[in-house]
């Protein structure tokens, strides 16, 4: 069984469960993906399945990989992404996977790309408090003091200053599934999820978040 699939964030809502608990989810709509590559012990070290989700114009792919989908009889895909599986050699190249991995109750990991906020100072970026407001103080937003004294006569390595804020790939790990929409190929989680709508996601079963890019 794949241990995990590829999908895309759609937003957040609240859902009531049966025992009247008001429970905030994030709805997810994961899959369905296609087996486009088998990787076992043997051929390849290590056993995985390699699954393409999604649509692309046709005129976007490259070609390696477009004549890499004819093998399972896939035009285009969005992105394709590795993830291991205990017996890939249950499946077979253009088999289609659905949310049919998962059960209500189960505990996921899910991997996201957080939003982007382009250059940003330390009071946003690091959460500094900044300086005074009043008394002829010039220092209200700027990080202060960076540097040593004439030993080591350098910044150290990993000071908190200015720059790239978020797109960063983080895991969430131990969320629950709440609910499953099987016709709608929809999942509920509970609680946030890392990224922006629309943004591509992949929804794991625990100890299993190693992803490999290969688009």
Same mark, same amino acid.
């Given at each position: 069984?794949?241990?995990?699939?590829?999908?895309?964030?759609?937003?957040? !809502?609240?859902?009531?469960?049966?025992?009247?608990?008001?429970?905030?989810? !994030?709805?997810?709509?994961? #899959?369905?993906?296609?087996?486009?590559?088998?990787? !076992?012990?043997?051929?390849?070290?290590?056993?995985?399945? /390699?699954?393409?989700?999604? *649509?692309?114009?046709?005129?976007?792919?490259?070609?390696?990989? *477009? #004549?890499?989908?004819?093998?399972? *009889?896939?035009?285009?895909?969005?992105?394709?992404? *590795?993830?291991?599986? #205990?017996?890939?050699?249950?499946?077979?190249?253009?088999?289609?996977?659905?949310?049919?991995?998962?059960?209500?109750?189960?505990?996921?990991?899910?991997?996201?790309?957080?939003?982007?906020?382009?250059?940003?100072?330390?009071?946003?970026?690091?959460?500094?408090?900044? #300086?005074?407001?009043?008394?002829?103080?010039?220092?209200?937003?700027?990080?202060?003091?960076?540097?040593?004294?004439?030993?080591?006569?350098?910044?150290?390595?990993?000071?908190?200053?200015?720059?790239?804020?978020?797109?960063?790939?983080?895991?969430?790990?131990?969320?629950?599934?709440?609910?499953?929409?099987? /016709?709608?190929?929809?999942?509920?989680?509970?609680?946030?999820?890392?990224?922006?709508?629309?943004?591509?996601?992949?929804?794991? +079963?625990? +100890?299993?978040?190693?992803?490999?890019?290969?688009?």
């Amino acid at each position: 069984m794949s241990r995990g699939l590829i999908g895309k964030k759609l937003g957040m !809502t609240v859902v009531f469960t049966s025992d009247g608990k008001y429970v905030p989810v !994030t709805v997810l709509k994961i #899959g369905p993906c296609v087996v486009t590559q088998i990787k !076992t012990d043997k051929t390849d070290g290590y056993n995985a399945l /390699q699954l393409g989700f999604g *649509e692309k114009k046709k005129s976007r792919m490259k070609r390696p990989v *477009e #004549g890499h989908l004819k093998k399972a *009889e896939l035009e285009s895909c969005e992105c394709l992404r *590795e993830f291991t599986s #205990g017996n890939p050699g249950d499946y077979k190249l253009g088999q289609i996977i659905n949310v049919e991995i998962f059960n209500v109750g189960d505990r996921v990991d899910v991997v996201g790309t957080t939003k982007g906020r382009g250059f940003a100072g330390v009071i946003k970026r690091h959460g500094f408090s900044g #300086g005074r407001k009043t008394h002829g103080s010039h220092s209200h937003r700027i990080p202060g003091s960076i540097g040593a004294s004439a030993w080591p006569s350098r910044v150290t390595k990993g000071k908190k200053m200015p720059g790239h804020y978020g797109f960063a790939r983080r895991t969430i790990r131990n969320l629950e599934i709440i609910d499953i929409r099987h /016709q709608d190929n929809l999942v509920l989680v509970k609680g946030a999820v890392p990224g922006p709508k629309s943004s591509l996601i992949y929804l794991c +079963k625990p +100890k299993a978040a190693n992803l490999t890019d290969v688009l």
